[in-house]
Each structure stands twice: as C-alpha cells, then as structure tokens.
C-alpha cells in the first residue's frame, strides 16, 4: 500500500550514536516500504555516510546550515530564529503530514513549534534516560528543561520509547498518560552488518595481535563507565598479562581516560582506536562488556551479539537487563558500590572458562534475532501510518 503522505525526521545530525544510527535504518525501512521520509538536519553532519553509501536514504538527508562548526552563544537566538523560518519554508513546500524527534532537548523542542503552527501530528522518540541525565545538570537548567519536557510531552501526539525501562520512568516523572506512550526495542540491519564483516581488513587482526580481546564502546563520557571498566581490567591483567581491552569511541574523556590508564600502568594492553566501524573489532573480540551508569536501551549490546560476542553488562537503567532478561542471554552485574570487582569477576570468569565463553557467544546469536531491522521497521511503520492515515 502506497501511502503519500510525507513525514520527516527533524535531528541536529547524523553524528555517530546509537539515535542517528535508528534515524536512518527506520529511514531505510520507510522508504522501501512505499512511506516518503526526508531526514532534516540542523548541521551538515553525517558519520554514516560510507557506511549507507549505497542506501536509498541519502536522496532524503537535507541539511539546513552549511556550517559543521560550533555555533556561538551569543549568535544562538539568531540561528533559532533562522533554523525555524527555513524549517518553516521546506515543511510548507514539501507538506508533511507528521514531524518526528528522535532526539532531547532542540528537536523535541522545534518539532512540537512547527507541529503547532501548521496544525500536523508530531512524534518524540525517546532515547536517552531522561531521568538521569535531568539529575546531572545543575539546579537551575534542570528546572529549566524538566518544565521543556514536560511541555513537549503533553503537547506532543504520541511518543515511543526505546525501552520499557524509559517508559516507567517518564510515566512516573512527567505524569504522562501511559497509553500515550508505545515501546518499539531498537533493531540492527543485519544485511549490512553481514556485508561490512566479509570486507574487514586485516589491519583490525594485526591491530590486536592474536591476544585475547575484551572490548567496549561507546562515547566517552562519564555516563558510560569506562573509569570503572578500566579499574576492573587492571584486576583482569594479573590473571591474565595478555589480555587486551579495547574501547571504540570519541569524546570529551578521552585524555581522562588516558591519564588513568597511564596512572594504572595499561598504556600497552588498552586501545582507543577512534570512533570507527565496531563489527569489525567486536569480530575479533572474545567478550564484550557494557559498563555505563545509565542508558536508554544499549544498542551496542545487540551490535555485539551480532558479531556472536559474549555479553557481559552492568544492570543499569535502563535497557540491558530487557536485552538480556534478566541475565538469560549473558552475565548481568549488580549496579552497586562493587560494580569495578563484579566486572573483574565476570571477564576473568569467561576467560577462565572456554566452553561458558562458547556457550554465551551462542546465547548472543540467538538471542539478536529478536531485535532486527524488520521488526523495528514494521512497528514504526505501524505508529506512523495510524498517525497519518
């Protein structure tokens, strides 16, 4: 069924991150299916652009600014000002039927003005623990955009959540009627990931040595623990000198973190290669672990399985223990005072043990084929027709 009605994302960019990722498979999804979707875009940036090189969405990716840079504080009024007056231009010319958020704070923010304004539906994804990141701000800004959100989401039409997790939390903290807030797990294209894992290059062999390999990913930022995940690997190497722990990543701890690798003596034994291609390292990997204080869901976690890895994951709100049932799929940690000794615990115990590593590799295989790109398309697909019909 043909439907031409178009809708379209409304993103800061396609910065590298587990949203920007979403954006563009549920794209992907869309657009095979007969659904017209434009993809807009505050800043011209786009980490996956090699990556969906031959991908239909790449026609549907408009940018708004030109500029890559930082925009200034003091200019940030003007820019607002320009970013919804051209926003305004193209959603009068292309006529959308429904405008989507699939990020906090500006999106949500801008989506439910332009919504407003020419009375058409509009749809927040939430992705991040709202929550939590609400409590690591200062008094002021958390009072500021607590009321934001909760302005955006009683004014909003529908909102999915990437966890059941998320969706108890924002029922609980923005009193929003539960049922106007659906579940949709996010799911991976397993095709490309099957294609990208043929072409890896041998350098991702020589780059880890034939040594045994724990990896984790992710920005670095305090949010995702890899201060504790580092401490709990210094425990690991006594037991096993040739281990090796890579992090795949980009962000503002990255010379924190170094500075406490350095301290601890792990120059030699841990990598920070860059924000990169992960399915190529987590290949090479022999178990995975996810350390984060806090998460929406934990998409690296299904990425990981499907490279077969072994799963080891703190039980942090929300996502993983959803991912991984409570533990039925790989090794959960207690969040607690002792995570850093857990951790340890866990990574030392799957080395120890080859048939367990074995054994959870193929718990991994199993269980990432409940999250695909199919089934999150078609339920998207699913909310976004009854929005438009």
Known sequence: MKINNPVAFVNYSLSGGGAERNVINISNYLITHQQPIDILLFKPINDYEREYRNSPVGKHIIPIFKSKEKIPTLLLPFFLCKLLLDLSTIIRKKKYRLLIAPQEYVPY?????????????????????????????????????????????????????????????????????????????????????????????????????????????????????????????????????????????????????????????????????????????????????????????????????????????????YGPSEILEGGKWGILVPQANTRKELLADGMIRLLENKPLLKKYGELSLRRVKTFTLDIMGRNYLQVIRSMIK
Not at 116 to 123: A, P, Q, S, T, Y
Not at 144 to 154: E, M, R
Request: hydrophobic residues 45%; aromatic residues 8%; charged residues 20%.
């Open 109 to 317: 923010y801008v989506v439910i003005i332009l919504s407003k304004l020419f009375r058409i539906k509009n749809l927040l994804i939430v992705s991040n623990n709202i929550e939590e990141i609400l409590l690591s701000k200062k008094v002021f800004p958390r009072l500021v955009h607590t009321a934001l959100f909760w302005l955006s989401f009683i004014l909003s039409n529908k909102i999915v959540c990437i966890s059941h997790g998320l969706k108890k939390s924002l029922v609980r903290v923005f009193s929003i009627d539960p049922n106007k807030v659906s579940v949709i797990h996010t799911g991976i294209d397993n095709s490309l990931i099957k294609k990208m894992l043929k072409k890896c290059p041998p350098k991702y062999s020589r780059l880890l040595g034939g040594r045994p390999v724990i990896a984790s990913a992710g920005r670095l930022v305090p949010q995702k623990g890899f201060d504790y995940l580092i401490c709990a690997f210094s425990s690991v190497i006594k037991i096993f000198p040739n281990v090796k722990l890579v992090i795949i990543g980009q962000g503002p701890q990255k010379e924190e973190l170094k500075a406490l690798v350095a301290k601890l003596k792990l120059s030699r034994s841990i990598i920070f290669p860059g924000f990169i291609r992960p399915y190529c390292l987590l290949k090479e990997a022999d178990i995975f672990v996810l350390s984060s204080l806090y998460e929406g869901f934990g998409n690296v976690l299904i990425e990981a399985m499907r490279c077969g890895v072994p799963i080891i994951s703190v039980d942090c709100p």
